[in-house]
């Protein structure tokens, strides 16, 4: 641990004494508007012929950004900005001199296929967040807000304003019309924004922009220029209603005798979200009775490792200002907010007899929830959320038609509070955040735990035109419950305090509560020039918790990281742009065990057509874990090397493709990894898009992880060499007939199978060579029973069994799709008509793939899914 620190120290010092480029002066540009006459309007229509639009004067003098950074575009555009007292007009002018080839691909909103340009403001004037509208040549609209400076994008953010498109004998117009109640700003005599305007010139794959930026630029929000002459606008506050209507009727296949599997079921639901803006800058949403479905189904996953795994937030309600609440303290996907845990699967389970049938919910039923959010012109960001989950029963029948049900899912309250706030001109913020779970537990359910509350402060500062930044921040948990709840979170594969050889942690049957910390410091360069680096460390200490509302994969861990990486952002004959980069980690226990390090390259590269290959290969010449036993010693793995290469044709051609594969490989082929991708994407005509995506996997291990047993007194760890293979394919397609009306097309089979061979136990879990840790069970050891296809291990060759395990085979199969019908028929207002359906099931482990696939998924009844969803936006 103290190599680790030391390491750290000495790189930090490293980049803080490197002798900084000579600050540039940045030329920020200006657009200076006027308000429209009273009486004069503006239709939306795309063709710029209004009178009106002669208060205003054009602006252009666009350059390139990519690829020819600082050049001159090869098509000119220039725009105008006009107001009235409640909205925002743009209007622009896209020149082509070949109309006949602007590219006017039809997709669904936020799609941003074809020709388009878009138009950026940060009417926060915070230089880190902004609002994008953006419309193509073809009329397709998108919408996103911008948060980091540019590293998030948010293209769930679905605000209501209206915009159109033409083209004529020059090249191609829009015009748009903002409501300044979709915006945020705060009450001034004079509004000062951030302006960028961003072009898209398709054929010739080039970006040019309206204020210039370097490609070697540390954000992008902060790079804008400015927009002036917005007088005493009155900030609008907004007020938005949108009722819902849910109509759902579900098929399936029945079974005879179960009342809950009797072929079909009827469901209607209605309830209503609303925006509220309280002051311009800071806006409610509450929802009641909400509708949380979601038109994409899950990928298809299983982990053999006992972890989580990771899915991404799809629900509206959750996403928006997703911004302001996110917390990711560490690495990977730790944060202390994890929405998908408001809403979860129930975590407790009814006990049934034989001769019993049950009907177990798959979600907690969300009962409300509100959530307070914005961004003042003073530079705080504020967030509040609160949601309750209601009591979740299990719904059990027997035979004899006798009923009764269990709760399975208590009443829980969850809180998200965060604030943040800017100084330092906007170059440095800091900030905290606050949860809370509460639960209310009765007997059966005393397994959870009962409160958990986390709380963290986190800070960033730029400097030398936010070239250099230092970034930190640190977390505290605190979780309470019953005896058995904590004694749980202690065993669980996030913590394992029962491990046999940690001197440092153990099991407390006695405890009611834990407390533990984590959080990071990270310095770095993210502009200016060609290089880039970064080095940090980061630490979770042994009984941090965050799983009741965050998302936390591994307590107990000290993590070293360092980066150093070059951009090659000059054109050349050859490529467009280039980068590549030599990073390297290494982790402790806080045993002070020195557990892995890893040396890893990087490479990307654009060619001058287009084209794409991307490279990388690692080195990991020590890899010990503490959890692969699952609470019993340090595990080590061999030494491991892996590569990847991944290349790709022109995306935007009407047909394209990428071809993938990585490798890993262990010394004495402890375990290895061989993974091909391919995906194809075909536009046969503008308003049609097809993309298929297929992945194979191959992932055999010779000791992967099987039980634990005991022979003699003593624990005995049983692994297996385990030949598993995953195929998984997701299909696409999109075809809009305007782009307000669409239909879309998701569907994805997942298979995963694993059998199991050469049994071993562990012998000596650290050593270096494969043969000293484990031994192999003799043919004489184990036997396959007869009756129920367990193994029974006589390990001392008594005649008796020692001690058995469960056949660890498995084959998984999963197949889920949606057939969405989508119409915007006004701005805000949505139809959808979907029609989903599904299997899940267990394969046979000894066939193969391909007969699974047949078996389970093509040969097999499926679950199906009607529903019409209607919702009306008013806004008042």
Known sequence: MNKCIFQSILFLLFISTVVAQKDTAKVQREYVTKQLPVGEEIAIDGQLFDKAWDTVSWDGGFTVFDPNNGEA??????????????????????????????????????????????????????????????????????????????????????????????????????????????????????????????????????????????????????????????????????????????????????????????????RLNAGLDAKIGLTNDLT?????????????????????????????????????????????????????????????????????????????????????????????????SLGLLESVTGKMYADIEDVSGNKRSELVEPLTNYIVGRVQKDFNERNSFIGGIFTATNRNIPDNLDFLRSGAFTGGLDFKHNWKNRNYYVEGNIVGSHVTGSEGAIARTQTSITHLFQRVDADHV???????????????????????????????????????????IGFLRQADEIKQTASVSRLFIKPTNFYRRANMELSQYSTYDFEGNYNRIQYQFEGFINYKNNWWTEVGA??????????????????????????????????????????GYVNSQAA????????????????????????????????????????????????RYITGN??????????????????NLSIQYYGEPFISRGTYTNFNYVN????????????????NQITKSAVDDNYLIDEDFDGTVDYQIENPDFSYVQFRSNLVLRWEYVPGSEVFLVWSQGVVGAGNPS????????????????????????TYRFIL
């Open 73 to 266: 575009p090869n098509q000119a555009t220039k725009f105008k900005i006009t107001y009235d007292t409640k909205f925002l007009y743009v209007g622009i002018r896209c020149y082509d001199s070949v109309p006949s080839k602007i590219e006017k691909r039809l997709a669904r909103r936020d799609n941003f296929a074809g020709d388009w340009i878009e138009i950026n403001i940060d009417s926060y004037n915070d230089k880190r967040t902004g609002f994008s509208f953006n419309i193509s040549a073809a009329g397709v609209k998108g919408d996103e807000f911008i948060s980091q400076n540019g590293d998030f994008w948010d293209a769930s953010w679905n605000p209501i304003w209206y915009t159109a498109s033409q083209i004529d004998g020059e090249g191609w117009t829009a015009e748009m019309k903002i409501p300044f109640s979709q915006l945020k700003f705060g009450e001034q005599k004079e509004q000062i924004w951030g302006l960028q305007l961003n072009r898209r010139f398709f054929r010739a794959e080039e970006r040019s922009l309206w204020q210039p930026v370097s490609l070697d630029a540390p954000g992008w929000v902060s790079e804008f220029g400015v927009l002036k002459g917005l007088m005493d606008i009155q900030p609008q506050k907004q007020l938005e209603i949108q009722p819902f209507l849910v109509n759902q009727y579900d098929s399936y296949p029945s079974q005879d005798g179960n009342p809950f599997r009797d072929g079909n079921d009827y």
């Open 284 to 380: 409610l949403d509450l929802t009641v009775n909400p509708d949380f479905g979601q038109v994409d189904a899950d990928p298809g996953a299983i982990a053999l490792d006992g972890f989580q795994i990771f899915f991404e937030e799809r629900r509206p309600f959750f996403i928006e200002n997703k911004n302001i609440f996110d917390y990711e303290f560490a690495d990977g996907n730790d944060n202390i907010f994890y929405s998908r845990r408001i809403g979860r699967s129930p975590q407790g389970f009814a006990t049934t007899t034989p001769d019993e049938f049950i009907d177990e919910p798959t979600n907690s039923t969300i009962l409300g929830a509100a959530k307070f959010s914005g961004k003042t012109k003073n530079g705080w």
């Open 506 to 548: 153990s099991v407390d049957n006695a405890r009611t509560s834990l407390t533990g910390t984590g959080g990071k410091i990270e310095l770095g360069k993210a502009g200016g020039g060609n290089w880039r680096y970064d080095g940090g460390v980061i630490w979770r200490s042994p009984e941090l918790e965050l799983n009741d």
């Open 618 to 659: 690692a080195h990991k010449p020590r890899i010990f874990s503490n959890t692969v036993l699952r609470g019993g010693p340090r595990w080590r793995w061999s030494d491991e090397n892996f590569a990847y290469l991944f290349f790709g044709s022109d995306s935007r051609k009407k047909l394209s493709f990428t071809l």
């Open 668 to 715: 004495e082929k402890n375990f290895s990894l061989a993974r091909y991708v391919f995906t194809l994407y075909y536009q046969p005509f503008d308003a049609f898009n097809l993309s298929i995506s297929s992945e194979f996997e191959e992932n055999p291990n010779k000791t992967q992880y099987v039980s634990e047993s005991s022979f003699n007194g003593a624990a």
């Open 722 to 739: 385990i030949d598993q293979k995953t195929f998984s394919t997701s299909i696409r397609f999109n075809y809009s007939i305007n782009p």
């Open 764 to 779: 000596n879990p650290i050593a270096e060579r494969l043969a000293d840790r484990v031994s192999m069970y003799s043919g």
């Open 847 to 870: 066939e193969t793939l391909g007969r699974n696939l047949d078996r389970q998924i093509l040969g097999q009844k499926k679950d199906n899914t009607i529903l019409l969803k209607a």
